[in-house]
């Protein structure tokens, strides 16, 4: 039997077995260990507000989990600020400061660039707190909310992201109020009834600590041009967690410090304490999920070698669209499979090339060192938590997968595979 140990090799998820998991469950699955969850969140206890990016993974058992932790939500469409409330989160802050002298924070915040109508009506019957990324935002609610405190979400001018489709500053981006339009935007606001008490600027997804801590300065610039109405700050999502092999865990504790000590700056200059918050997304639930999937046919395409898997692009889209990289595994179903490492390439099942779970940006297909692997044996796709499930479809007529939360061992369904009536409901012949 060959070593648990052997790189590449996955018998267990969080201490279920992966075999197990899949002949329970069916493949392909999503996994995603509760521990993981509660330790990535627990790494950010120094803010005081973690405000959790629930489009990254918007399970509801995902967000009673993070909101037992004391984690926050965003929402950026009805749908998330319906999984908010049916997931326990109170549609709003409560009145008084908390015993820390800081001002409550909004349990909810409806963070975008636009209303849609039916957003719009969620955000006022519920009386949610908005964040605005664009002015025209600010006279559609303030004919429905009169009197409202919004927060607004500023484009610095600059922004990165892991891909271009994934930095949300600069020119380039569509996102926020960009930030030479501040004070036009103040007095807006100011004609329109609607105080400024947040401020929010979030560059981009998946970036680096450099490119980031160039935010907390922008955002203590714009801040002093806001003033004195100004309770909370939130630095945005984007921390990066590592997928390649080489990567290491970013240092948080530096970051929090920049962060705290411009926090630090505007409460002496304003005379009061100001909240702090951070909106991570993909770093809460990245490392937490797994795709379980199943191989399903072994190829020669000339002198490359293909494993074809039960999962595809419709499962998980973030290599066909980023050319995104994903550790695997593999889950041998028998106990003594071949040990030699080799190169292939892993593929879904859909009528695509692109469905290419080892591709490079472009759209090229590269190949991994695996464990041998015949059909029935079981791939494990990794790292895969934050941005996966979420992004899944339907193409080519595909269920969506089940989805498996695993704590203490033991392991649960949390959203269950979709059938063929589920395909086909609300169609009409
Ligand atoms: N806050 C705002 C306003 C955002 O737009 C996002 C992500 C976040 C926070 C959370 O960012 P994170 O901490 O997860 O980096 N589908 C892409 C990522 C898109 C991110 C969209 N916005 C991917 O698979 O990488």
């Not at 660039?113 to 969620?122: H, P, Q, V």
Request: hydrophobic content about 40%.
């Amino acid at each position: 039997m060959i070593a648990p140990s052997l790189p590449g090799l996955r018998r267990e998820i969080a201490g279920a077995s992966v075999v197990d998991l899949a002949d329970t469950y069916g493949t392909p699955l999503y996994v995603y260990d509760a521990d993981t969850v509660r330790r990535r969140c627990r790494d950010l206890a120094a803010w005081d507000t973690i405000r959790f990016a629930q489009k990254a993974c918007s399970n509801l058992a995902l967000l009673a989990l993070v909101r037992q932790e004391g984690v926050l939500v965003d929402a950026v469409s009805t749908g998330e600020i319906h999984r908010a409330l049916t997931a326990g989160y109170a549609p709003h802050a409560a009145r008084q400061p908390g015993p820390d002298g800081l001002p409550p924070a909004h349990p909810i915040v409806y963070t975008a660039d636009i209303f849609d109508r039916d957003s719009l009506d969620a955000v006022v019957r519920h009386g949610i707190h908005v964040n605005c990324g664009s002015a025209d935002m600010i006279e559609q609610l303030a004919e429905r909310m009169p009197g409202a405190a919004i927060t607004l979400r500023v484009n610095p001018g600059f922004g990165h992201g892991h891909s271009q489709k994934t930095n949300t500053g600069g020119e380039g981006s569509k996102h926020g109020i960009w930030h030479e339009e501040i004070a036009d935007v103040l007095r807006r606001a100011e004609w329109a009834g609607l105080q400024v008490s947040g401020l929010h600027m979030h560059i981009g997804s998946g970036t680096d600590l450099a490119h980031l801590a160039d935010v907390a300065g922008a955002l203590e610039r714009v801040a002093v041009e806001v003033g004195r109405t100004l309770t909370t700050i939130s630095a945005g999502g984007g921390l990066p967690v590592p997928y390649q092999p080489d990567e290491v865990r970013a240092d948080l504790s530096g970051y929090f410090t920049l962060w705290d000590a411009t926090r630090k700056r505007l409460e002496d200059r304003f005379g009061h304490r100001i909240r702090l918050e951070i909106e991570p997304g993909r770093y809460l639930t990245a490392e937490s999920g797994f795709v379980v999937t199943e191989v399903r046919a072994v190829k020669k395409q000339g002198s490359r070698k293909y494993l074809l898997v039960d999962a595809g692009f419709n499962t998980l889209a973030r290599p066909v669209l980023y050319g995104s990289y994903h550790p695997m595994s593999v889950c041998p179903r028998s106990e003594a499979p071949g040990q030699a490492a080799e190169e292939v390439a892993v593929g879904g099942p859909l009528c695509e090339s692109g469905d290419i779970f080892t591709q490079t940006d472009g759209g090229f297909v590269a190949t991994r060192s695996l464990p041998t692997a015949g059909v029935g044996d079981l791939l494990v796709i990794e790292v895969a938590g934050a941005y996966g499930f979420v992004m899944a479809s339907n193409y080519n007529s595909k269920p969506l997968p089940a989805e498996v939360l695993v704590d203490a061992g033991s392991h649960r369904l949390v959203r269950a595979r979709q059938t063929p009536e589920d395909l086909i409901r609300g169609e009409c012949l």
